[in-house]
Structure formats: structure tokens, C-alpha cells
């Protein structure tokens, strides 16, 4: 046998703890190509703007393409997927997702860029939910863990991104992004592997006649329901907020302190490797202390940093905008594992539908402040937004599920 190849438990209920782990840093990283590839788009919105002449609210609407085809499919695939696992669609988003990338490297009109970004939105609709169902299933009993593990590989891959771009694509243009198919390649390779791992372990619950269970809690179905609509607007400041920085920071780097582009897109890429870092944090600490404490002070606790960041010099700015994104993005993770624990069951409808939210959310958001940056200033899109992060307040309404937690923890 050769050494190098994967070998597939005959038992996935019982599988090795390294096989686990395998599973997982196998979706973990094609997240991470999944996210590079799609933080392309912000990256190079300076050479789009400049070679198609768009103003910012066309910058908006591409985004806002984008994200809004995703946030709309992916609560449906999800459901889909609950009732009929697709083990398949894993390669077919990511293949979806590089005829978006080959798209965009050759459109010639703003049409094009737009139905480009469409099919990274459909890419990534196919790709979330039922990556985040394996990451569970991958997990051990370690949910939270397993789900920040699993995003920070998407937060790594929008940290690579930007620097990718600037190395990649700024010398040579709109083309430069054909370097990043190799990486879409190598993506469905790995979710080839992956999608027969989790078809072996759908054959193994089929035919033992069981399912993946979660513990139930005590709540009840209008209390689940006023809870999940607190977790949506906890979502909506944080990804309106993150909308802001991953959309015009480099913009604003570029118009306040006129600093060149390669100069911001190192500070987007900073940036988002703050992102990464404090997503990797906040699902282990969730299995420790609770979910609703990391929800607490992943959005509260950013909202100092947001209200000194406008008024700071560009070395201070720098430095808020890395604790801003370690704070803030430590709740993603907490905030999709509570929603599972509250609706039990139905893994890729919550997981396609918070996904879908955060995708909606950054689109609209993007779009929105666009808009508002043409009306009035790139200042005083962030002069706004600092606000946001005070919604985290509305955590105090979310039902307490730690003794559901630390039941799950003693099983």
C-alpha cells in the first residue's frame, strides 16, 4: 500500500482520533482556498475601480452580488442537505467557485465581473453547509473547537488573499488571477477524499439505522425562535462592521493617510490575520466557559476599539484594527455552534442559514456603506459603524444553555 495514501476507517463512528483530525484540517483548508480565492475581490477592487471606472456604490453591488447569492441558497441547500447528504456537492463548490475565478480574470465588461462574482456566491453556498456538518462530525464531541478550526481556515485564506494579490496580480493586472486555479485544483482533489469519508460514514449511521444526535434543551419553541432572532442581529453588527473593514479599509488607509496601494492591502492583510486568530480562539474557549460568554465579549468588548479607531494616527489605526478583528471574530464560531445546540437536528439548515446571514449581512452592509462613502466620505462610513458593536448588548436576552454544555462535555 502506498504510504502516502489516505487510508478510510471501515468504522467512521469509531474512527481514530488522527483520522479525525485528518477530516477536519482537510476542510479546514479547503476553506482556507475557498476564502482566498473569494477575498480576491476586495483585494483588487483598486484595479477594478481604476481599469472598468467604478464609483463605490458599483464597488457595493458587486460585493453585494456576491454575497447576496450566497446568503439566499445556501439556508436552502442546508435544508436540502439535512433530509439527502450530498457527500458530491463538497467538489462540485469549489469547481463551481473556479469557473467564477477563470470568469473573472477574462471579463471584459462591469456584466461579466458581476456574474463572476454570482458564481463565487453559488460556489460558496454549495461548499458551507455541508463542510461545516463534516467539521462536526470530524469533531470528537469537541464542537466548538472543531467549527473554529474550521473557520479559521476561511479567515487564513482571506488573510493570504490579499497579499497573494498584491504579490500575484498587482504587476500584471486583471489576469493575475488565473494564478489562483492551481489552488482551486488542488481544493477538489482534497474534497474528492473528503466527500468519500463522508459518504463511508453516511453508510455506516445508515446502516446501523442511526443518526448524528444532539442533546435537547428546555426550551421552549417560542423562546428558540426569540433566540435565534438575537443571534441574527448580533450577526448583523458584526458583519456590518466587518463589511466596513474587508470592502473600504484599504480605501480609507489609502484616503486618510495616502499611503500607496500595495502599503494598505499589507494592512488588510494584517488585518485579516487578526480575523483568523480570534476565530481560532473563541470556539475552544466556548467548550470551556459557555458560548453566550465569548458572544459577550466578542461583540461588546470591540465596541472601545471602534469608537477611538477614527480618531487614531495611521500606527494606531494599524493596532485597533488587529484587536478589533481578534475580538470581533471570535464570536462567529460561538455564535453558530449556540444555534445549533438550539435547533438540535438540523446541523446544515442552521449552518447554511448563519453562513447565508453572514454572507447577507456583509453584502447588504457593503453596499449600504458604499453608498454612504459616496454621499459623504470614507471617514464617515467608520465614523458610523463604530456604533455597531454596542448591539452586543442584546446578548442579556439569550437563554443560558452552559449546564446543556457541560452535560455535552461529561457524555
Not at 461545516?132 to 466548538?144: C, E, K, P, Y
Request: proline share 6%; hydrophobic share 50%.
Amino acid at each position: 500500500m502506498n504510504p502516502s495514501s489516505p487510508v478510510l476507517p471501515e468504522d467512521p463512528a469509531h474512527s481514530a482520533p488522527r483520522t479525525l483530525l485528518r477530516v477536519l484540517a482537510a476542510v479546514s483548508l479547503c476553506h482556507c482556498i475557498n476564502d482566498m480565492v473569494q477575498s480576491i475581490l476586495p483585494s483588487i477592487y483598486p484595479i477594478l475601480k481604476t481599469q472598468f471606472q467604478l464609483n463605490f456604490s458599483q464597488i457595493g453591488i458587486i460585493t453585494l452580488t456576491f454575497q447576496i447569492t450566497a446568503s439566499l441558497l445556501q439556508p436552502f441547500i442546508g435544508n436540502f442537505t439535512d433530509r439527502r447528504p450530498m457527500p458530491i456537492s463538497l467538489p462540485i463548490g469549489m469547481a463551481t467557485t473556479m469557473v467564477g475565478l477563470v470568469m473573472l480574470a477574462f471579463a471584459p465588461t462591469y456584466g461579466l465581473l458581476l456574474l463572476a462574482a454570482s458564481l463565487f456566491g453559488i460556489g460558496s453556498a454549495i461548499f458551507h453547509p455541508e463542510s461545516s456538518r463534516v467539521a462536526r462530525l470530524a469533531s470528537g464531541g469537541r464542537h466548538g473547537f472543531a467549527q473554529s478550526f474550521f473557520q479559521v481556515g476561511g479567515n487564513t485564506g482571506s488573510a493570504i488573499g490579499p497579499l497573494l494579490a498584491a504579490l500575484l496580480i498587482l504587476p500584471v493586472g486583471q489576469r493575475g488571477v488565473l494564478w489562483f486555479t492551481f489552488a482551486t485544483l488542488a481544493g477538489i482533489a482534497i474534497l474528492l477524499w473528503v466527500s468519500r469519508w463522508y459518504r463511508q460514514e453516511l453508510h455506516y449511521h445508515a446502516r446501523r439505522k442511526t443518526t448524528h444526535r444532539d442533546l435537547h434543551h428546555h426550551l421552549s419553541p417560542r423562546q428558540v425562535v426569540f433566540a435565534l432572532l438575537v443571534l441574527v442581529a448580533l450577526v448583523f453588527s458584526k458583519y456590518f462592521y466587518i463589511a466596513s473593514l474587508t470592502s473600504y479599509y484599504t480605501f480609507y488607509l489609502i484616503s486618510r493617510f495616502h499611503i500607496t496601494v500595495a502599503s494598505a492591502q499589507l494592512h488588510l492583510f494584517l488585518l485579516f490575520g487578526a480575523i483568523a486568530a480570534g476565530t481560532l480562539i473563541g470556539g475552544p474557549i466556548g467548550d470551556r466557559i459557555g458560548r453566550k460568554y465569548v458572544i459577550w465579549v466578542s461583540i461588546l468588548g470591540a465596541l472601545p476599539f471602534t469608537l477611538l479607531m477614527p480618531w487614531a494616527n495611521l500606527f494606531w489605526t494599524g493596532v485597533l484594527s488587529v484587536f478589533i478583528g481578534v475580538i470581533i471574530a471570535s464570536a462567529f464560531s460561538a455564535i453558530l455552534v449556540y444555534a445549533q445546540e438550539l435547533v438540535p437536528g438540523r446541523i446544515g439548515m442552521i449552518s447554511g442559514l448563519f453562513f447565508g446571514l453572514a454572507f447577507g449581512m456583509g453584502g447588504i452592509g457593503a453596499a449600504v456603506l458604499g453608498k454612504l462613502a459616496d454621499m459623504t466620505s470614507i471617514e464617515t462610513v467608520y465614523h458610523v459603524c463604530a456604533w455597531l458593536p454596542a448591539l452586543g448588548l442584546l446578548t442579556a436576552l439569550l437563554p443560558n444553555l452552559e449546564p446543556h454544555g457541560k452535560q455535552a462535555r461529561r457524555s
